[in-house]
């Protein structure tokens, strides 16, 4: 794996509307599923870090991968200059899976067209509209695969 891919994966686990942001949990409507899709729509697709984040990162955010630090600022202080200084990084997300309040997202990541990229999966715990933890595996797109049926 590419020293960049190990930072992003870190960097990702540190890891919509902004009226959103202000709704209590006891009023949130929506289900985790939709909760995680307009997260991460607007964090991979968007690029949209701080607001993401802000948005639907509770700050007590709980971080699994040993490389990144708990909490929703620590991904943000982290996320943005990463972002920006990778233009050209980019996600295609794959599926969305949930149970109950565990949801799971699949993304292939890539830094450039010719970058055969990562594949991901980000396991998020919501309570009400808030992402409140997380745990990721990251694996290298190989140039050659033992079978034909690909990895995403």
Known sequence: MRPTHVILAAALACAASPALAA???????????????????????????????ETWVDPGYIQHNPMAASGRDAAIRFLEPFFANNPDIRYEIKRIIADGNLVAVHT???????????????????????V????????PVPEKAANENGMF
């Open 23 to 53: 709704v209590p949990d006891a009023e949130c409507t929506l289900t985790p599923k939709e909760v995680v899709t307009k997260f991460v729509t607007e964090f991979y697709v968007g690029k949209k870090v701080r607001q993401a984040f």
């Open 108 to 130: 292939h990541g890539r830094f450039s067209n010719e970058d055969r990229g990562i594949a991901v999966v980000d396991i998020l715990r919501v309570e009400g509209c808030k």
């Open 132 to 139: 409140m933890e997380h745990w990721d595996v990251v694996q």
